[in-house]
Structure formats: structure tokens, C-alpha cells
């Protein structure tokens, strides 16, 4: 929002106001149009879900018709094979009996009841120099199956039958294969059965590949009839067959519509389409499959819709559905969607009223939550508003210096005038200067401005704002009783043209605020947030443990953990070293890694080194226990903690039980004074342990320079031990180096007994470690029992 949209505020919401009443009639007049498109979508899906209905059933059947002529196919098949063994065993043994084949056919047709009958029907050359021709049919009689003598021979002369020409022409080169595996026959009068039948056949060939005859199975009228009767879709639904010769069989026939099925099936007839629906093909899953086409008929003033496709017999299966049943489920629907529309329009009626008070009074409250009552700008809560939503913009924050003794001075009354008087000025400048166009003016508590631009305004383009500011508001003069006086500021910018755009406005005021902040610490009159350099979470972090630390050590919550320390020689725990802890709230242990770098920034980390030095000399007063403790390069280089600890030595006398470990990983900027601490803690009787040797610069020279009495190997070696040759070589130089030098030495981070029985066949003095104990505020918990076999891999506690 602009800098003058506070100005017509009532404007806006007699805008916001009248498009909403315009909202609520255009819905209202679209009812109609929504209960129209809903009631025709309801109706698509409905149909939709209908025709998928009626699909799914016409698969369904389809393979069910599929799958019994596949079963009629194997059948051939089986068929044909018993022939050729038939035609070979007659062939190889001259045995003219017929009775064993007459059997096993009639055996074949037995089991397979769906068939009428089963035939092989070999060529006039093939079976016996001499005889023309040979045949045998099996087929049903009543309950069993049986030959019938009818069609064999010259009784019958199925080689001038049409369905046996139809695969082996008279005259055809028999060397050649049949063009498929399977042929089926349209359905054709036979005069034997008298009735009509529909046949597949397979050939029958030889050795050599000579097509030796046909194999057939057939299937009678009346098993399709009752095919075509099961297909059951609606009460007015009918299936129908139609055969390579346009030869139609439809169920309506037979349930004595006689006039009905004659229409439909004279406008069938002459519809070509169904005799030009494709071959089927084998689909991955092994099924024959033809895409389903569907088609309108009109038949007696009555719609149909026909589903078709072809069958694995190259027969055309179909079923129609009167249209009017198809759409029957729609009419409850149609009366169901207006009342619903007419009940649904009246209640949103009362609600777009409801909805319309309710906008109306929350206008006027935010109105007042979101307005500062002293200036009339924009407060806090309408920028924080204005920016929940992340996006690419910029702020800047503009603080009055010296507001404070204005206050004192003047009184509060000369300061709220000045805000008023001031919040005039810069949104008029705001208005009128192209520099800060597109920007928004907030008044912040206290003596603060913000100022929002909705773009990520460059460092240098936010620098040149803030100086225009700057400028304009040194120059204002304002008068109050008579006097004149004027104003400096102090501004901070954040951008996320320097940071990431999913910024939120909380987090873009806090990093505009710390610029602000890191500008009047350095004395200038503006700043621009870097995140580059991390002051922002530098600062919270520095905050929280401030705050943190100085609770701790006000409350006396820096403790020292005592972590013992194994003599691999005695087997017993002789030394303990001491790490500084600080106890939270809840009574929980911090480590140091959390906190001890904030407290050397904050200047608190000498404090905490005196009170380990203090607590850790009373905690082994009275205890036969040598103890450690751990020194970095800022304590050796300060003079008072040096001064606190030869006190405490000269003090309590326990010099000669006390270890000072120094880190080797830390850079000793001056040796001298090192050397000068490490000279005067002896002098008491203290020893001096060179803490994690390997880890950092590893020069033995240090050793030889500061006279250490003690080599602690750091863990990053020891760890490894059992698994890394470079490891065990490095250590064993170091052990070697060490007693060469008669330096004890001390195994840190054995967190295991295979690492233990390493650090022993090194010949290391002490271990310390997870395997020993890890660090704890009691000693009691570490105190062993003498131990009396100096071989054990682990002291008893």
C-alpha cells in the first residue's frame, strides 16, 4: 500500500464494500448457470459411468465367448494329433483296425463335453494306397459320446463338403502348410445333424510335412443360442451374433420378440461396419483382443446403442441397450440437483449477507488494529502484515538519535508532536521524491519509522536512499513553546537482494535492526544488513549464551566432571582429569564445545578457569588421587589467572599431585611465556601433560622446548588402533620418542577392549577413555578396588 492509502482508507473500504455486494450478486445470478453445468456434468459422469458399466459387461461376455472358443480350439488341436500318431502307427505296423482309433476318438470327444462332436477326416491320397478315403466322427448321443458311421466313407464325401474345400481345395499342393493353425467356418447347414453347426479345424500332417487331412470340432446352433442367451445388460437388452456370411442370430428371437427382432436385425443387416470390424489380435496377457466400437440404431421409434467386436472365431458378438434405459438413472437426478440448487441458493442467500456485515466490521477493526493512534501511519502489526507473505522487497529503519533527552526536556508532549509533524514530513517526502517511489511509510514503537519498498533494492540504490533521508530530516526544523530545534537519525536497511527471498517480515525487521544497531555502534549515520557477515546469528548466538553464562556462573553452575585414568602397569585408577561443565536449569551437564568459545568473546573465560582451578583443588584435598587440568594459550598468556594458580599451589601444598595439560594443538604464539608458567608450576612440585599430541602441529620439538613430563596421544590415533596400520605405526613412534625421553604417556578416547589390549602391547602408561569411564560430577563413581593382577584388561569398580 502506498504512502497516501491510509488517506483513503474509507474510500477503500466503501470499494472493498460495493465489489463485494457485486460478488454476491454475480454469484447469486450464476446459480442458475452453476446448477445447469453441475446438473449436465452430474449427467456425463452418470452416463459415463454407465456405458463403463455396460463395457465392462461386454468384455466380460467376450471373453467368455473367447475363452470357450479357445477351448474348442485345444481341443482340434488335441484332435489332430491324435490322427497324425493314428495315420503313423498305420503306416509302421500295416495295421488296418480301426477299432483302437475309433476309441480313442470317441474318448476325445467324451471329455470334451461343450462340443457336439469331434472328426478326423484325413485326404483321399494319405491313409491306404488303393482306398479313397478314410474318416471317423464321434459326437453325442443323449448321455455319451459314440461314432457315428454316417459320416464316414463315401456315405458322407466330406472332401466335396463346403467347410472341407475351404482349407484343402481340390487340387491344392499338399506339400504346402495350411495358411493358419485354426479355421473357422461360418455357420453352415448340416444335413446330418440337421441343423446347423459352426466347425474349427486344424490340419494333420505328416513326417515329410504333407498335409495329410482335417481335424475338426463342432459346435452346434443350440450351444450358441445359449451363449447369446446369458448376456444380460438391462431388461430390454438383446445380444447378437453375425457369422463371416452375414449370417445373424440375436436373443431377442428367442424370447418371442418376433416383430422387434426382425427390425433390428434387418437394420443390422445393412450396416457394413460390423462386417469390417479388424482381426483380433493377442494381447501381452495372452487374450484375443479387438478394440470395442459402438454404434446408434433407431428401431421402432426406440434408440439403441450397440457394442461390437469381433470374437476369437472371427464372428462378430454384440449387444445392444435401449438408450432411454441407459438414461434412466438420470432422472432422479435432474429433480434431486433443483431442489438441492433451490435449498443451496437460499442459504448462501443468508450468508453472503452474514459474510457482508461481517467484512464490515472487521474493515473497521482493522482499520483500528492496524493504524498508529498518534500519527495515523501504519504500525507494526500492518508491516509485519504487509510482509508475512516471503517475497523480493526492502526496508529501512529510520530512529530519531537523542529522542530520549528530547523527551526528558521538552516533556512527552513536545515528543509526540515532533512524531506527528515528523511522520507528515517524510510522507510527504516520500510522495513527492522519485527516489523513494514506490515505498510505504509504517510508524514502529517508540521513535522509530519504517519504510517498505516491494522490490530488492541494491546496497548502494539503499545507501542513496537512506542519505536522501538523512539529509531531509537534519534539515526540518520544528517549533514547540516558542522554540526551534532539530533532529539527526540513524537508519538501518535489510534487503533480500543480499539475502535469501523467502525472508519473512519478522526476520527482514530483525536483520534492518541490526544493521541499524551496527551503524550506531560505529558511529554512522546508516547501515545495510550483510549476510555475508553472519552479525545476525553471531549476535543471537552471543546473546542467549551471555545471558546463559552469566545465569551459570551467578548461580554457581560451572562444575568440573572428573574422568579417570587407568595405570596400565598397576591396573588400578590413579589420576582423574577434570573437565568443566555447566549445569542448565533442568540440571543437565552442557559441554564445553557449546559455550567455551562464547565465553572467551564475552571475556568470561579466565573467570571459568579460576573457578575449575578453586573447585578442582577442594574436590581432591583430601583425596590420595593425582588430578589434571586443562590450560589453553589464553590462560598461560594472562597474567591473573597465572597469579590465582601459583596461589592455590603455594596455598594447599598439592603441587606434586597436580597435572597442567596444555592443548598441542593450539598455536603457541610465545613460547617464553609458556616456558616461564611451566618453569614456576614445577618449581611446586606440578607436572605438565601435553594434551592431544598427533592432533595439530605434532613437533617434537615442543616437547624438548617446554620440558613436558607427560605425552597425552590424542584419540584421533588411538581410536583407530585396531584397524589402522598408519595408526599403530605413529603411536608406537610417539611411545618410543616418549620413553626415549623418560615421558610418561597417557592414551586418550579408548572406547573398547580390542583398543585397550592395543594401547597395552604398545607399552602406553595410561588409559582414559569411554572403555575406562566416561566423565561424571562424583568421584565415588570412578573409585575402584585394589586390584592385584596387574595383567587385567580392566580395573574392577
Not at 82 to 97: C, H, K, P, S, T
Not at 349 to 354: A, D
Not at 679 to 699: H, L, M, P, Q, T
Amino acid at each position: 500500500m502506498g504512502v497516501g492509502s491510509h488517506g483513503d482508507m474509507r474510500s477503500l473500504k466503501k470499494l472493498i464494500m460495493a465489489i463485494l455486494l457485486l460478488l454476491v450478486t454475480l454469484f447469486m445470478s450464476g446459480m442458475g448457470l452453476m446448477s445447469w453445468l453441475n446438473l449436465g456434468y452430474s449427467q456425463e459422469a452418470m452416463s459415463a459411468l454407465r456405458l463403463r458399466q455396460i463395457e465392462d459387461t461386454f468384455h466380460a461376455n467376450l471373453d467368455r465367448i473367447d475363452d470357450q472358443h479357445k477351448l474348442m480350439e485345444k481341443h482340434t488341436s488335441a484332435l489332430a494329433r491324435l490322427g497324425e500318431v493314428f495315420y503313423q502307427a498305420r503306416r509302421e505296423m500295416g495295421d488296418n483296425r480301426t477299432d483302437m482309433f475309433e476309441s480313442a476318438l470317441t474318448e476325445r470327444v467324451r471329455d470334451f463335453p461343450e462340443a457336439y462332436g469331434g472328426g478326423i477326416w484325413f485326404e483321399p491320397f494319405a491313409y491306404i494306397p488303393g482306398q479313397r478315403s478314410f474318416s471317423l466322427f464321434a459326437h453325442w448321443d443323449k448321455s455319451d459320446a459314440a461314432i457315428d458311421p454316417r459320416y464316414a466313407g463315401q456315405q458322407y464325401n466330406y472332401a466335396q463338403q463346403d467347410w472341407y474345400q475351404a482349407v484343402l481345395p481340390p487340387g491344392r499342393d499338399t506339400t504346402t502348410p495350411c495358411p493358419q493353425d485354426f479355421h473357422w467356418t461360418p455357420a453352415y447347414y448340416d444335413p446330418i445333424v440337421q441343423d446347423a453347426v459352426l466347425s474349427v479345424m486344424a490340419c494333420l500332417y505328416g513326417d515329410n510335412g504333407t498335409v495329410l487331412g482335417l481335424a475338426s470340432t463342432v459346435w452346434r446352433y443350440d450351444e450358441i443360442v445359449r451363449l447369446v442367451r446369458s448376456v444380460d445388460v438391462t431388461p430390454g437388452s438383446f445380444a447378437f451374433f453375425i457369422d463371416g456370411n452375414n449370417r445373424k442370430l440375436s436373443s431377442l428371437s428367442m424370447d418371442g420378440k418376433t416383430d422387434t427382432s426382425q427390425a433390428i436385425m434387418d437394420a443390422l443387416s445393412v450396416d457394413d461396419f460390423l462386417s469390417s470390424v479388424a482381426p483380433p489380435e493377442i494381447s501381452p496377457s495372452g487374450r484375443f483382443r479387438v478394440p470395442m466400437k459402438t454404434r446408434k440404431v433407431s428401431v421402432v421409434d426406440r434408440d439403441y446403442a450397440l457394442f461390437f467386436s469381433k470374437t476369437r472365431a472371427g464372428m462378430v458378438f454384440g449387444i445392444g441397450v435401449p438408450q432411454d434405459e441407459i438414461d434412466s438413472v438420470l432422472k432422479p437426478m435432474r429433480q434431486s440437483n433443483l431442489r438441492i440448487a433451490i435449498a443451496t441458493g437460499l442459504i448462501l442467500l443468508g450468508l453472503s449477507m452474514i459474510i457482508l456485515y461481517i467484512v464490515a466490521s472487521i474493515m473497521r477493526l482493522l482499520q483500528t488494529l492496524y493504524t498508529d493512534p498518534l500519527t495515523g501511519l501504519e504500525n507494526r502489526a500492518k508491516l509485519l502484515h504487509d510482509t508475512h507473505t516471503p517475497g523480493r522487497e526492502s526496508l529501512i529503519l529510520v530512529n530519531i538519535d537523542s529522542f530520549k533527552e528530547i523527551n526528558d526536556f521538552y516533556g512527552y508532549q513536545c515528543a509526540d508532536n515532533l512524531l506527528r509533524e515528523l511522520a507528515i514530513a517524510l510522507r510527504a517526502f516520500i510522495g513527492r521524491e522519485s527516489i523513494c517511489s514506490n515505498s510505504a511509510l509504517y510508524k514502529l514503537p517508540a521513535d522509530e519509522f519504517a519504510l517498505r519498498t516491494s522490490a530488492p533494492l541494491s546496497p548502494k540504490e539503499l545507501e542513496a536512499r537512506m542519505a536522501a533521508l538523512s539529509v531531509f530530516a537534519t534539515a526540518q526544523v520544528f517549533r514547540w513553546d516558542g522554540q526551534e530545534f532539530g533532529i539527526s537519525i540513524t537508519q538501518g536497511a535489510a534487503t533480500t537482494a543480499r539475502g535469501p527471498s523467502t525472508a519473512s517480515g519478522e526476520e527482514l525487521l530483525s536483520s534492518a535492526n541490526i544493521a541499524l544497531k551496527f551503524a550506531r555502534r560505529q558511529h554512522r549515520n546508516f547501515g545495510v544488513y550483510d549476510p555475508a557477515l553472519k552479525v545476525k546469528e553471531e549476535y543471537e548466538h552471543n546473546l542467549v549464551w551471555a545471558s546463559l553464562l552469566k545465569a551459570g556462573l551467578q548461580e554457581d553452575r560451572i562444575v568440573p566432571f572428573f574422568q579417570p585414568i587407568l595405570n596400565n602397569h598397576s591396573g588400578k585408577v590413579e589420576k582423574f582429569e577434570c573437565l568443566v561443565r555447566l549445569m542448565n536449569e533442568q540440571g543437565q551437564a552442557v559441554s564445553p564445545g557449546q559455550f567455551l568459545d562464547v565465553a572467551k568473546k564475552l571475556r568470561l573465560y579466565s573467570e571459568i578457569t579460576r573457578i575449575m582451578v578453586d573447585k578442582s583443588f577442594i574436590q581432591f584435598r583430601n583425596e590420595d588421587f593425582d588430578f589434571s587440568l586443562n590450560l589453553s594459550y589464553e590462560d598461560l598468556s594472562d597474567p591473573a589467572t597465572i597469579s590465582f594458580i601459583k596461589a592455590r599451589l603455594q596455598e594447599t601444598g598439592m603441587g606434586p599431585r597436580v597435572i597442567f595439560e596444555i592443548l598441542e594443538s593450539e598455536g603457541i604464539k610465545n613460547y617464553d611465556e609458556v616456558k616461564t608458567f611451566i618453569d614456576e608450576v614445577k618449581a611446586f612440585g606440578a607436572r605438565v601433560a601435553i594434551d592431544d599430541f598427533g592432533a595439530g602441529y605434532s613437533n617434537f620439538e615442543h616437547l624438548l622446548r617446554l620440558g613436558a613430563d607427560i605425552i597425552k596421544i590424542d584419540g584421533s590415533l588411538i581410536r583407530n588402533l585396531d584397524s589402522d596400520p598408519s595408526a599403530w605405526t605413529i603411536t608406537r613412534g610417539i611411545v618410543h620418542f616418549a620413553h626415549e625421553l623418560n615421558m610418561q604417556t597417557v592414551a586418550e578416547f579408548v572406547h573398547s577392549s580390542s583398543i585397550q589390549e592395543k594401547v597395552k602391547q604398545l607399552g602406553i602408561d595410561y588409559t582414559q577413555g569411554a572403555w575406562l569411564g566416561m566423565p561424571t560430577a562424583h568421584l565415588c563413581d570412578h573409585v575402584p578396588e585394589a586390584h592385584t593382577d596387574p595383567n587385567a584388561t580392566a580395573p574392577v569398580l
